[in-house]
């Protein structure tokens, strides 16, 4: 625990590394794993999201993966099943995002990895897919991501949240196509 009584994960610096290539292997058997824990409540397969999901994109050492679920009512049963294999639930009154159920892997004290529940059907699944599947395919937008994430962890390290908040016009000029894309 950090001296406001958080533990450290909760609080740790914004650090963007390089790319590395076991994050996709990692993502897989991340995916596997939850994809067979949550079966009783997905509506669709686990994806790997994120920067971690583009190959060659420096990121945050941490796997980004979003799952459809049918109803986020059933959030004890699923806090529960993902809980057992070291998941943190972080509630929606410190996550500030009502409309899904975050939950973060701790190892060796450090986030490795996110887990970001979404009822089936809400629009913000598929412009997390639209957004990966874009950057995959321009290196262009990839590197002007890139270039922009650095900036922004140097300005931002100590604020998880204004450095995500930060990066919200980039992503919504991806995913929406607003102003010049050039894919």
Same mark, same amino acid.
């Given at each position: 625990m ?8 909760a ?5 963007? !590394?390089?790319?590395d290539?076991?994050? @996709?292997r ?5 995916r596997g794993?939850v994809?067979?824990?949550l079966q009783?409540w997905l509506?669709?397969?686990?994806e790997?999201?994120g ?6 994109l420096?990121a945050?050492p941490?796997? @980004?993966l979003?799952?459809p ?5 059933? =959030?004890?049963?699923?806090?529960a099943m993902?809980a ?8 929606p009154?410190l ?6 159920r ?5 190892? @060796?004290g *450090?986030?490795?990895?996110? +887990?970001h +529940? ?17 950057? *995959?395919?321009?290196?262009r937008? !990839?590197?002007e991501y ?5 900036? +922004?962890? @140097?300005e ?5 949240e204004?450095?995500t ?5 980039f992503?919504?000029?991806?995913v929406h196509?607003?102003?010049? =894309?050039g894919?």
């Open positions: 950090n001296e406001g009584g958080w533990p450290a994960w609080t740790e610096a914004v650090e963007i !590394a390089e790319p290539p076991r994050w @996709d990692r993502a897989r058997e991340l794993a994809q067979q824990t009783p509506t669709a397969a686990v790997h999201v920067s971690t999901a583009v190959a060659g420096p945050k941490i796997i @980004d979003m799952a679920v049918a109803a986020l009512e059933d =959030l004890e049963l699923v806090a993902v057992t294999p070291g998941w943190h639930h972080v509630p009154v996550d500030l995002r009502p409309w899904r975050f939950f973060v892997l701790v190892e @060796d *450090r986030r490795a990895a996110h +887990l +529940l979404l009822r089936a059907g809400d629009p913000r699944l598929a412009d997390m897919a639209v957004f990966r599947d874009r950057l *995959r395919c321009s290196p937008l !990839a590197a890139a270039a922009m994430k650095h900036r +922004l962890a @140097d931002h390290r100590a604020d998880r204004a450095y908040e930060a990066k919200t016009g992503v919504v000029r991806v196509g607003e102003g010049p =894309l894919l």
